[in-house]
Every structure is written in C-alpha cells, then in structure tokens.
C-alpha cells in the first residue's frame, strides 16, 4: 500500500517519540540549545508566537526569516502596544514585530519593553526572543543584568541572544556566574524554539467515537481475506463510521445495467482484483451513460487479474489519503497527506501511533506543507479539518481494536466542507 511504502523504522520511531512526549533532536548541539530554550521558558512553550527584540536590523530580520521557515509566527502587536513603544522608544525605531530598539538602546527601555509585552501581549505571544550585541558605545552590563531579571520575573519566557562573544566575553561570563542561558546566533535560537514549539505532552485518548460499531467490523473482519473484498472493505469502513459514496460491486456484465440505474450517470468504474488500480489503468471517471460503460468493462476485463467493476457515484474535491501500517515492534502507524496518484513522489504526509485523540488528528492535518489547500484555494471551497480528524481518530480505533489489520489505505478521500467520502481503499489483514 502507499501507507505500508512510505512507513520507516524511522517514521515510527518519531511516531513514538511524539507520541511519548520526547522531543527528537538530530545532533549534540541541537540537544543542548533545547535544553536551553526548556530552561529559560521553565518548560514547553505554549505555542509558536515569538516576539523578537533587537538592537540591529540585521540579527533581527535573520532571526524573523528563520522564524518564518521553521514554520513560527511574529504576530504584529496590537496597535496600543505599538504606541507605548514608541513613547519608550527614539522615533526610528521599529514597534510592529521584530522591535528595533537601536543600538542606542538602554537597560530602563530593555527592562521597559519586556514588561509592556508581558502585560500586553500576553495572550497573542508565547516568548520573546532578546537579540542584543556589543556596540561598544556604552556598558552592556546593565542591559545584561536586567535581560537576566527579566527571564526570572517576567510572565513570558524571556531568551536571550548575545551575540558578541568575543568583545563581551567578560560581561557574558558575569551574567552567566548565576547559572541563566544564553545563545550566541539568533538562527540557531530560531531553530530550536521550533522544536520546542512542536513538542505537547501525550493526550488522553477518548472513548470510541459516535457511530463506530465494533461487532459488524469483527464480523466482517472473520469473514474476509488476507486482501479484502470491496464489500468486505466497504462494510467495515461503514461499520467504523466513515462515508462512502453509492457504489455497486459488478462481476458479470448482466449485471451492468441494474447497477447503472442504481448509481446514475456520471460514474466511475474501477477494476476489482489488482491492488494498484491506477497502475495498471483500472480507473475510468466520467462515464456518461451505458455504452461507454460497456467499453469500459471490456477493456477492464483483459486487465491482468481482474475480478469484475466497481461502480461508484462521481465525487468532486481535493485528494487527501489517510492510512494505516503495522511496524513490528512499534504498533499501528497512522498516515495523513495529499493523496491520489503521487502520494508517494510528493510525501507531503505526517504519521503518528495509534491510538490518536483528536488533537493528534488535527497537528497531523495542520503540519502538513499543503494544509492551506484544505482551507481551500483559487476559488475552491475547503474541507472541514475536524471531519478529518475524527476519521484519523476512527483509524487508530479500527487498528487498536483488530490488530489483525496490517494495512489500510483510503486513497483518495475526496468532498468539500463536512461531506468527505472514502472513495477508494483497500485494507490487507494478517495472512
């Protein structure tokens, strides 16, 4: 399956990581910066809005564009709080986000400024990021002593980057004698408050959802082979709760006109029998009316492996794919992405262990790159993420319950708004 490729012993073992809690880091000084960031913000951050203070462009714009790539937020500050900056502040100053306090800046406006965010901003900033270097025009001591009061007092995490080591090097081992942190690139602060930032403590998983009916999945699940049947597929996934669009399975062609009717024109037909239908061109949209039907099943039927067709009613919107694989030694991965026919060139997914909460669900579908597609683009309408998330909760409740399921793939899961249909899959269970 697509989900079974793109699971790695690797994937999973984020999966875990996340799942208990632990913050992954790549390398010893990666490790050493979150610990430090941890240290100064007394635990996780609440979220991933930063508030940067410099006193030079430069440091600032960098840190703000790393900021940017690492997927953080610099909330503009709120206009009341623009204008007590600028009373605070020489009129060249910048107050929007990043604060540009100037090279000239002083340790009563450092002290100033932290305390307007703290009561300020409270609500639209998680942290403030101080950048403040060496410009030997005055002592630093003073602004160093008072960024070091600050990351004890202040009602938001308060981090510091002091960027002249060299110039400052005996300042710096001063405000270090206490024990408090610092960081000496703003990039790499940036880098690790993002890590920081995604990190959430394990969630309690809720009951079984609304709908979910785990003695017809069992029953079905008894009845089935290794490869599931499209019936067998369709009655457990009804039985879990998913939507599925009106489909009918043909495997003589006498059969075909009673199907047509059921379903109405425009259809789709897709072969029964190989597991990649689109490989081996056992999909066909659009069909009109019957005698394109008809074209349809002969060419389907010289398919290498087929069984019969499945007839299915048209559904419109973006291709998402959710899945499941089972990783020895770890459990049931659960997979959320782009789907159609290039899930696997563009792996633009996210996998997490199941069982899943619904917050899980929701990270999962807004740390994907394509997630402002979903919100919808260019006219198109979007989709509605809880629906997503609770068809993700449903996922890990299937492969908890019937651990005999070794792989799921609904690809693709196509609607608009709340109307989300699975409209194709197959699952493989233990042979």
């Given amino acids: 399956s697509h989900t079974g490729a793109m699971a790695t012993n690797d994937t999973a073992v984020d999966a875990l990581f996340a799942k208990s809690g632990i913050i992954r880091v790549r390398s010893k000084s990666d490790m050493i910066d979150v610990a430090c960031v941890l240290s100064a913000a007394k635990g996780p951050l609440n979220g991933k809005r930063i508030c940067v203070v410099t006193d030079a462009g430069g440091p600032g714009v960098m840190m703000s564009d790393e900021l940017n790539r690492q997927g953080m937020e610099l909330p503009v500050l709120k206009d009341k709080t623009q204008v007590c900056l600028r009373e605070i502040l020489p009129p060249e100053s910048a107050t929007a986000n990043p604060v540009d306090c100037l090279p000239s ?69 001063r405000y270090c004698s206490k024990g408090h942190i610092y960081f000496t690139d703003e990039v790499h602060l940036a880098k690790a408050l993002r890590m920081v930032a995604g990190h959430y403590l394990p969630d309690d998983i809720a009951p079984r959802p609304d709908g979910y009916d785990k003695r017809t999945i069992a029953d079905t699940l008894s009845k089935e082979p290794s490869i599931m049947s499209p019936r067998g597929v369709e009655q457990v996934l009804r039985g879990a709760g998913f939507r599925l669009p009106d489909q009918i399975s043909v495997l003589e062609r006498k059969e075909l006109t009673d199907a047509c009717n059921q379903i109405g024109f425009p259809m789709v037909m897709k072969v029964i029998g190989p597991l990649h239908k689109s490989d081996v061109g056992g999909v066909t949209v659009g069909l009109e009316d019957l005698a394109a039907v008809n074209v349809c099943w002969d060419r389907m039927m010289t398919i290498k492996g087929s069984k019969g067709v499945l007839l299915q009613s048209m559904v419109s919107g973006t ?112 042979s």
């Fill in 319 to 430: 291709e998402l794919i959710l899945g499941t694989s089972r990783e020895e030694g770890f459990g049931h991965l659960v997979m959320f992405g782009i789907g159609g026919i290039y899930t696997e060139v563009l792996k633009d997914v996210q996998f997490a262990l199941a069982p899943l909460s619904l917050d899980e669900g929701l990270k999962m579908i807004r740390n994907i790159h394509a997630s402002p597609i979903l919100e919808g683009a260019r006219g198109n309408e979007g989709v509605d993420i809880h629906v997503l998330g609770d068809y993700l909760v449903r996922l890990g409740c299937l492969v908890t319950d019937f651990p005999e399921i070794d792989e799921i793939d609904l690809n693709p899961v196509k609607g608009f708004g709340s109307d989300l249909f699975v409209v194709d899959a197959r699952i493989i269970k233990n």
């Fill in 105 to 173: 800046r002083t340790a009563d406006q450092i002290r100033s400024i932290v305390d307007l965010l703290a009561e300020e901003e409270k609500e639209n900033v998680d942290a403030i990021a101080v950048v403040t270097g060496n410009s030997l025009l005055s002592d630093n001591w003073m602004i160093y002593k008072e960024i070091r009061e600050a990351m004890d007092k202040s009602l938001l995490p308060v981090i510091p980057v002091l960027s002249s080591a060299v110039t400052a090097q005996n300042l710096i081992a």
